[in-house]
């Protein structure tokens, strides 16, 4: 009681106070040196440990609590994983980040595998593709109305100066550019390589990165300049050397007029509608418009077959007269009907005659003035000089990627890369899906219970 008595009174006292009285009294007291109580029970010291004691072990028992709970979500999504992915390594969007920039710089790196004559080949298709409807349209069915040699060459060599002046460079560093971005697409985005193991999921990293690169790559600023130079030096050129390339000349020609013959053929096939053999087959009929267009056809092939030397145009006396013919005939075309068909008529009549000619031209390598054209087979050395500069521009914009663009182009994408590995909202909407979202699931829930393991273990070393 006294003791009591005195702990009531010297609520205010200091810690050290309380505790010298708490062991002068102890001490001094009877109670305790008979046994029948021990200090350990009765100090403040001994009462704050125990009060210590038991919220540790609170705590202990919550942690572990979580700690159990954690568990159990792991196994559950590493249950999960296994039936989901089987023999699949897990990786996080890190792992994974890192592992999409090894394989796209590995692709990059096989821009520099292909052969020359792969990127020349690849260029010159692609280059042709652009430019055979001004040579073949623009120039060379323009030029070839000509009824004389001095005629055809002038029209050609002022259409070809104006061309290379300006256009023709832009386009061809064009062509050359889209070639370089669409073999870089075709390598990052074909499926070797990536296997079962990644299927589609860097595909949206990819395109991002040619997106980007698209629009922050550009080719060098002074290549236009030097491939105009190429391009005039090699369309000036008007002197067939030897009789291989002559030949090499038509070949090239018959090839371009063959195509432009199939087309014009097919495009009057569509003006005319379905022949014999289609109507009986396939239970088809013309057309009243059709009807039409077949009859003005006939008429004006025997126009043309009275005129073998016939131009382009038709005059207004020749147009009123075809009508009158096909009105003779139970057939009323109007002058407008009669005009298109001509004008189908006329270019697929004269693709065959060029490609007749163009035939004949292969003698005459040694003695022009014995072509049965009138433009003495210059129209051969027309498309010599477009192949020659066909083949020139190829070589130099194959040189200009090999040499310059394409490592350009690898350095561009390496710095985007690493921009990348630095902006982690950007990985994240790049990288996604179930995958890559199951693997950051286990990542932080192992994270968070080897915390809870190593703040457990800790807690039993010290309270041993």
């Not at 090894?102 to 096989?110: G, Q, S, V, Y």
């Not at 790559?217 to 002559?246: F, P």
């Not at 292969?362 to 000089?385: G, Q, S, T």
């Not at 020659?388 to 090999?402: H, V």
Request: proline share 2%.
């Amino acid at each position: 009681k006294q003791w009591y008595q005195r702990r009531v009174r010297a609520q205010e006292d200091s810690i050290e106070t309380i505790r010298g009285y708490e062991e002068d009294f102890f001490s001094r007291s009877k109670l305790f040196r008979s046994g029948a109580m021990r200090a350990s029970q009765m100090s403040t010291n001994n009462l704050s440990l125990a009060v210590s004691d038991c919220f540790w072990k609170m705590v202990r028992d919550s942690v572990e609590q979580q700690s159990d709970v954690f568990k159990a979500t792991r196994y559950n999504l590493e249950a999960e994983w296994r039936n989901t992915f089987p023999g699949i390594r897990e990786m996080d969007r890190n792992d994974l980040f890192e592992k999409a920039k090894d394989e796209i710089l590995d692709r990059i790196a096989a821009l520099h595998k292909l052969t020359p004559l792969e990127w020349e080949t690849l260029i010159q298709e692609a280059l042709w593709n652009e430019i055979q409807h001004k040579v073949v349209d623009a120039i060379y069915l323009e030029a070839a109305e000509c009824n004389s040699v001095s005629h055809f060459n002038t029209q050609v060599d002022i259409a070809l100066k104006d061309w290379t002046d300006d256009t023709l460079p832009r386009i061809s560093v064009n062509v050359g550019w889209q070639t370089l971005f669409s073999q870089l697409s075709d390598i990052l985005m074909s499926k070797g390589g990536e296997g079962r193991e990644f299927g589609d999921l860097f595909h949206p990293l990819k395109e991002n990165i040619l997106d980007t690169v698209k629009e922050q790559h550009s080719w060098q600023h002074n290549a236009t300049s030097r491939l105009s130079v190429i391009q005039k030096n090699a369309l000036e050129d008007t002197a067939v050397t030897n009789k291989m390339q002559w030949d090499n000349s038509i070949l090239f020609m018959e090839r371009i007029l063959k195509e432009r013959i199939d087309l014009a053929a097919e495009d009057l096939g569509r003006c005319i509608g379905p022949g014999w053999k289609e109507r009986w087959t396939g239970w088809r009929s013309r057309s009243p418009l059709e009807v039409q267009c077949v009859a003005a056809k006939n008429e004006l092939q025997r126009l043309l077959l009275a005129d073998e030397q016939h131009g382009k145009h038709l005059e207004n006396d020749e147009l009123t007269t075809v009508r009158r013919n096909l009105q003779t005939q139970g057939v009323d075309v109007p002058y407008d009907i009669i005009c298109k068909v001509w004008e189908k008529l006329y270019k697929l009549t004269f693709l065959n005659r060029a490609m007749t000619s163009a035939q004949q031209c292969r003698k005459a390598f040694y003695h022009r003035n014995i072509a049965c054209n009138a433009v003495e087979c210059n129209d051969v050395v027309l498309f010599w000089r477009a192949n020659k500069m066909l083949e020139i521009t190829s070589n130099a914009l194959r040189l200009q990627i090999m040499n310059t663009e394409a490592q350009r182009l690898e350095k561009e994408v390496k710095q985007y890369l690493e921009d990348l590995s630095h902006d982690g909202e950007k990985k994240k909407a790049l990288i996604k899906g179930k995958r890559v979202d199951l693997a950051e699931e286990l990542r932080k829930v192992r994270g968070i219970q080897d915390k809870l393991d190593t703040f457990i273990e800790e807690l039993k070393k010290d309270h041993q």
